[in-house]
């Protein structure tokens, strides 16, 4: 679900309107219906990169909320107003605004994930209550990750690698997380297992990165693991389909030639 900001100023800049009301009562109208969803942010610096904190606090007040997902504004489609000198921002600035602003995570809670590790960043927290509790820092650091300059690398028993592999991925979604979760959990004898675990108390925050004119990088387009899938059958990375493939884009391009 599109949530960019909690203020009117961030919106009107950003989508050009004051969507506060509208996605009110579409998370209340979720929160009626027990289906769930997970709130992406688009953010610019200096427009609502100072609102990372809050909205991670609003998303944990609806227990129809899984997670939330930042976005560092791509300079690509409909930007208006932006300015890459004042609004550009990259992962690490948001994946530090949420350890700082949020205080929940740590710096061992947000983890590069495993299919583009300079792109994605993600941890998993559960729900107590009406609190999260951050469950990545958990995994021994030497067990969990080592990263490598294009994957990262599980090591350990060869189950508790396929059983990370899972947890990590943003494919794994709705109740297999939170069965992989378990699993996981029943796997490290230090960690005290609550008695039940379901899909309501997984709580996901991501960072994901794409590219643009600014930062573009063919290796990066290679690793990358979100893709559009095409009428006739094309399978196209996120990073290129906004500036290459997008309908529309290459008539625009002969007119201003």
Same mark, same amino acid.
């Given at each position: 679900?599109?949530?960019?900001?909690l203020?009117?100023?961030?919106?009107?800049?950003?989508?050009?309107a004051?969507?506060?009301?509208?996605r #009110?009562?579409?998370?209340?109208a979720?929160?009626?219906?027990g289906?769930?969803?997970?709130?992406?942010c *688009?953010?610019?610096?200096?427009v609502?990169d100072?609102e990372?904190?809050? &909205?991670?606090r609003?998303?944990?007040?609806?227990? !129809?909320?899984?997670g939330?997902?930042?976005?560092?504004?791509?300079? *690509?489609?409909?930007?208006?107003?932006?300015?890459?000198? #004042?609004?550009?921002?990259?992962?690490?600035?948001?994946?530090?605004a949420?350890?700082?602003?949020w205080g &929940?995570?740590?710096?061992?809670?947000?983890?590069p994930? @495993?299919?583009?590790p300079?792109?994605?960043?993600?941890?998993?927290?559960?729900?107590v209550?009406?609190?999260?509790? @951050?469950?990545?820092?958990?995994f021994?650091?030497?067990?969990?990750? #080592?990263?490598?300059?294009?994957?990262?690398?599980?090591?350990?028993?060869?189950?508790m690698?396929?059983?990370? &592999?899972?947890?990590?991925?943003l494919?794994?979604?709705?109740?297999q997380?939170?069965?992989?979760?378990?699993?996981?959990? !029943? !796997?490290?004898?230090?960690?005290?297992?609550?008695?039940?675990?379901?899909?309501?108390?997984?709580f996901?925050?991501?960072?994901?990165?794409?590219?643009?004119?600014?930062?573009?990088?063919?290796?990066?387009?290679?690793?990358?693991?979100?893709?559009?899938?095409?009428n006739?059958?094309?399978?196209?990375?996120?990073?290129?389909?906004?500036?290459?493939?997008?309908?529309?884009?290459? *008539?625009?391009?002969?007119?201003?030639?």
């Amino acid at each position: 679900m599109q949530f960019d900001a909690l203020s009117e100023h961030a919106l009107r800049t950003i989508r050009g309107a004051d969507l506060r009301r509208v996605r #009110q009562r579409a998370l209340a109208a979720l929160e009626a219906a027990g289906i769930s969803t997970t709130l992406v942010c *688009a953010i610019r610096k200096g427009v609502n990169d100072r609102e990372i904190g809050d &909205v991670l606090r609003y998303a944990q007040g609806w227990s !129809c909320v899984r997670g939330v997902t930042f976005q560092p504004v791509q300079d *690509a489609g409909r930007n208006d107003g932006f300015d890459p000198g #004042q609004n550009r921002i990259v992962l690490s600035e948001i994946r530090r605004a949420i350890i700082e602003q949020w205080g &929940v995570f740590g710096e061992d809670d947000l983890i590069p994930l @495993p299919c583009n590790p300079d792109a994605i960043s993600i941890g998993y927290g559960l729900r107590v209550g009406a609190e999260v509790m @951050p469950v990545t820092h958990m995994f021994p650091q030497e067990v969990l990750v #080592q990263a490598v300059p294009n994957s990262v690398t599980f090591e350990g028993k060869p189950e508790m690698r396929r059983l990370l &592999v899972e947890l990590l991925s943003l494919s794994c979604a709705g109740q297999q997380s939170a069965n992989v979760l378990r699993e996981v959990l !029943c !796997c490290l004898p230090l960690v005290e297992i609550p008695a039940e675990i379901g899909y309501d108390r997984v709580f996901r925050v991501s960072v994901v990165s794409f590219l643009d004119r600014f930062n573009f990088c063919l290796a990066g387009v290679k690793r990358s693991c979100i893709h559009f899938v095409t009428n006739d059958g094309r399978i196209i990375p996120f990073d290129t389909y906004n500036m290459f493939h997008r309908p529309g884009l290459a *008539a625009g391009r002969r007119h201003r030639a």
